[in-house]
């Protein structure tokens, strides 16, 4: 069985030794992504910003490996505050709220002091 490993471009993957995502056979392995910015390497400052950027390089991520996020089975939220639950539950909502996979959300410190949220998900995409 075939492994692809799929990147977002981020400089972290490298010096971290991580890829965004892997494939093996019909399982997409999603690594926990922050709210950063590939593009200008920017971390929004709101927790809404930052979620709708993790939501964004996570479906790139499924994309590139042929999965949608229909195909998403589980989540695993991390965030550094409690009271951010309910603000993020509405964004989380609108993309999940139809595909309703099982999830997890952590209350946790995150490596560095501007993130405030981290994603992760499992899709699997067999019969």
Not at 88 to 94: A, M, Q, S
Not at 102 to 113: G, Q, Y
Not at 114 to 120: A, H, K, N, R, S
């Amino acid at each position: 069985m075939t492994r692809k490993l799929i990147s977002s471009g981020s400089p972290f993957e490298k010096t971290a030794g991580y890829s965004r995502a892997v494939v093996k056979g019909d399982w997409c392995f999603v690594s926990g992504t922050t709210g950063y910015d590939y593009a200008t390497m920017t971390m929004p400052e709101t927790l809404e910003e930052q979620a709708r950027n993790c939501l964004k390089t996570i479906e790139n991520a499924l994309r590139q490996a042929g999965f949608s996020l229909a195909d998403v089975v589980r989540n695993h939220y991390y965030v550094t505050d409690a009271s951010f639950a309910d603000r993020v539950f509405p964004i989380l909502g609108e993309v999940f709220g139809e595909i309703r996979p099982a999830a997890t959300m952590v209350v946790c410190d995150l490596i560095r002091p501007e993130m405030l949220i981290e994603i992760e998900v499992t899709a699997f995409r067999g019969a």
